[in-house]
């Protein structure tokens, strides 16, 4: 089963056309997707989540309609957004990450444990108390994927999760996302170094995939349609 198939997908906002007849099969673990400023990205990102609909044709992600299943898309894919502020909404780093497993109704104990685990291994763990918007711009960010991460989900979508971040943090954050042995990642990036890391890249231009292939095949392709 691939992890993302779209058969002649259409997407409309406000009555124009962002995504024009797109038809794509994505079943590589890590996939990333570029192409220029407003030539469908993130479009194409939040339509996978669930977060925006087609206009017409047919979307499969994991197996799921987002149409008709979104409430189990949802479960089973977590968001990265580049500004992490969008996603922070508890007080604390540890009721932030302890609120992503609200809908798992575990016993109070096992939940902390859990939070305790994750806050360990993305080094947030003498954070635990910190105020959370309190935090640099790096550290919200991992709190952020923390957060995301702890829920265990199928699909990870980040558009543009390094946004904002400088090199050192960038680094940090990419090495956790690419490093996940247990979900699959959609990465909408313009950081072309991190793009080449994946296992696939997806390049859109005019809200259309002009190819899809090899990291190094599609990166050069890009950088010959910057060219033009």
């Keep these: 089963m691939s992890t993302i198939s779209l058969d002649n997908v259409t997407v409309a906002l406000d009555g124009n056309p962002i995504l024009n007849g797109i038809t794509l099969t994505i079943d590589r673990p890590r996939v990333a997707v570029i192409g ?11 339509l996978v989540g669930g977060l925006v609909g087609a206009t017409s044709g047919n979307v499969s992600v994991l197996g799921l309609n987002p149409a008709r299943q979104r409430a189990e898309l949802r479960r089973r894919v977590s968001f990265i957004f580049s500004n992490p502020d969008a996603q922070i909404v508890m007080p604390t780093v540890a009721e932030d990450v302890a609120l992503s497993l609200r809908r798992e109704h575990l016993p109070a104990a096992e939940r902390a444990a859990r939070v305790a685990e994750a806050l360990e291994e993305f080094g947030l763990a003498g954070m635990a108390a910190r105020a959370a918007h309190d935090l640099s711009g790096g550290q919200k960010q991992m709190l952020a994927l923390c957060a995301a991460l702890i829920r265990r989900p199928d ?26 042995s247990h ?40 950088e010959d349609l910057l060219r033009c």
């Excluded at 220029?36 to 939040?46: C, L, Q, Y």
């Excluded at 943090?169 to 490093?179: F, K, P, V, Y």
Aim: net charge negative; with cysteine.
């Design 36 to 46: 220029a400023n407003g030539s469908g990205k993130s479009t194409f990102a939040r």
């Design 155 to 180: 699909l990870v979508i980040a558009d543009e999760p390094t946004a904002f971040l400088d090199a050192r943090n960038s680094r940090a954050i990419a090495d956790r996302l690419l490093g996940g």
């Design 183 to 222: 979900h699959r990642l959609v990465l909408v990036t313009h950081d072309l170094a991190l793009a080449a890391r994946c296992d696939s890249v997806v390049l859109f231009d005019g809200g259309l995939v002009i190819d899809v292939g090899e990291p190094a095949d599609m990166v050069r392709q890009y």
